[in-house]
Structures are given as structure tokens and as C-alpha cells.
């Protein structure tokens, strides 16, 4: 069973980088193994926003417009860690960070098509 564990959220001032991370397991990984696996975020009274997906067998990645160019989403197959690189942060990064998985496909982005998910991490950005 696939189990997601992310790590790395805490308090920055805008401008400043953080570096999340997701230990995934429970998949069999490889390069011809059809499996997709994402970075979403949800502020307060907010839907839960796709902002980064890989797709780990080709490595193409997709970006939401919110974080393009700012946030650079990457694994390390021989680890089973997904990692998040977030530069340039800004306020309204603010949120809950969740690492999510699937198996099949659809949207990248959508959290509708995730089906594994871990507990998540809070990224605080501070003006």
C-alpha cells in the first residue's frame, strides 16, 4: 500500500526558500512503472491547489501558474523522495502542503485525481 510522508514546512520570510520533501513507498518504482506523483496546497476557505506533478517514468513535470518559475518539483528514484525546491516565496504561499500520489491517469493537477496522500506540512510565508 502506498504510503506518502512529507517534511521540510516551516516559517520564512517572503523572499526566502524552503525545501519540502515526501518519502513515498509501498509502489514498485521504476522507469517503465506508470506513476504519478504530486505537490498540492490548501489555504483556510480555499480548494486544494496542484501546483507541481511529475510523472516519474518520462520525468515531465507540470506547473501550476502560481508557482511557475518559482518552485522546481524533482525526485531521487534511488531514495523514493520526492522533493519541492520553493525560491522566491511569497506571502500568499501560505498554506498546508500535501504530497499526493496515482496510479493511473487524468489532470495533473487536479486533486481529484490523486488517490494517496500524506498528512501534510504548513509553509508560513511572513511579509
Known amino acids: 500500500q502506498v504510503q506518502l510522508v512529507e517534511s521540510g514546512g516551516g516559517s520564512v520570510q517572503a523572499g526566502g526558500s524552503l525545501k519540502l520533501s515526501c518519502a513515498v513507498s509501498g509502489y514498485t518504482s521504476g522507469p517503465s512503472v506508470y506513476f504519478d506523483i504530486a505537490w498540492f496546497r490548501q489555504r483556510p476557505g480555499e480548494e486544494r491547489e496542484g501546483i507541481a506533478a511529475?510523472?516519474?517514468?518520462?520525468?515531465?513535470?507540470y506547473y501550476a501558474d502560481s508557482v511557475k518559475d518559482r518552485f522546481t518539483i524533482s525526485q531521487d528514484t534511488a531514495k523514493n523522495t520526492l522533493s519541492l525546491v520553493m525560491t522566491n516565496l511569497e506571502p500568499e504561499d501560505t498554506a498546508m502542503y500535501y504530497c499526493a500520489a496515482r496510479d493511473r491517469g487524468g489532470a495533473a493537477l487536479s486533486h481529484k485525481m490523486y488517490d494517496y496522500w500524506g498528512q501534510g506540512t504548513q509553509v508560513t510565508v511572513s511579509s
Open positions: 511529475l510523472v516519474t517514468y518520462s520525468g515531465r513535470t
